[in-house]
């Protein structure tokens, strides 16, 4: 490889990531209008034209804050683990399986399932070095629901491999010509989109943040920088989930505007089951981890293995 090429995946690296972390500033933006609409109130409407430029004023609050450290956490962990949340939810994004520029990932699935499961790591280690109760409680109830979602998401992501019988994220864009694989696997479709709101924490499963029993979750000792860190993290998180149901069942990956035009509809559903779903009781959803889509991903496996079986 040439000095060039190295510097130029460095380039496209670099412009990914300000292209990251602009959207995710705009989804914030898209969020507090959308639930302003939903409640029947205006959204954030003062800080340039229509409040455009709130996220930006909110990015500038946030960061030149004091950081307070409570006296009884462990200092470095307490640290590093939204910079670590952070930096792993950026990773993902190496998987956008671009045309050009990029190293292209011919195990990307595999990729993305280690590094989901290392983010389990970041948020139980922010709950416990805080060194506060709710922090723990709200940390440990995150670890069992994002494990508990991680086996079923695993298997109905198997049933998509299955199809393609490749782990390369391109490959969906070939299989996906004809017919989206939405229209085939529309329960299973259902299923990875709920798996999604659960994994990135997202209402109405939202019990590492669950306000009104753990006063904010594991993120309670956290202010400044640190917040917005594990703040970044997680709406990094969402766009990413977003990108990748378009690319499993709508259609693959493609160089137009129709695919970003997908993303942003995907991630408008995010935000609008925020503003119309109560939260879950915690036991069910466990209940629903375990007894229902567990058992849905295996049978769906089990049926797509047979009909390649067929097929072939």
Known sequence: MMLKDIFLIFLGLLILIVGVLVGVAFLTLLERKLLGYIQIRKGPNKVGIMGILQPFSDAIKLFTKE???????NYLSYYFSPVVSFLLSLMI????????????????????LCCISMGVYTVMVAGWSSNSNY????????VAQTISYEVSLALILLSSIIMIMDFNMIMFNKYQNMIWFVVMMYPLSLCWI?????????TPFDFAEGESELVSGFNIEYSSGGFALIFLAEYSSILFMSMLIVLIYLGGYSLSLEFYLKLSLVSFLFIWVRGTLPR?????????AWKIYLPISLNFLLLYMGLKILLL
């Open 67 to 73: 950081q307070i450290y409570p006296s009884y956490s």
């Open 280 to 288: 879950y009781r915690y036991d069910s959803l466990m209940y629903l």
């Open 93 to 112: 994004w190496l998987l956008i399986p671009y045309y050009f520029n990029f190293i292209s990932f011919s195990l990307g699935i595999l990729f993305f």
């Open 194 to 202: 709920s798996s999604s709101l659960a994994e990135t924490n997202r």
């Open 135 to 142: 922090a723990l409680l709200g940390g440990l109830r995150s």
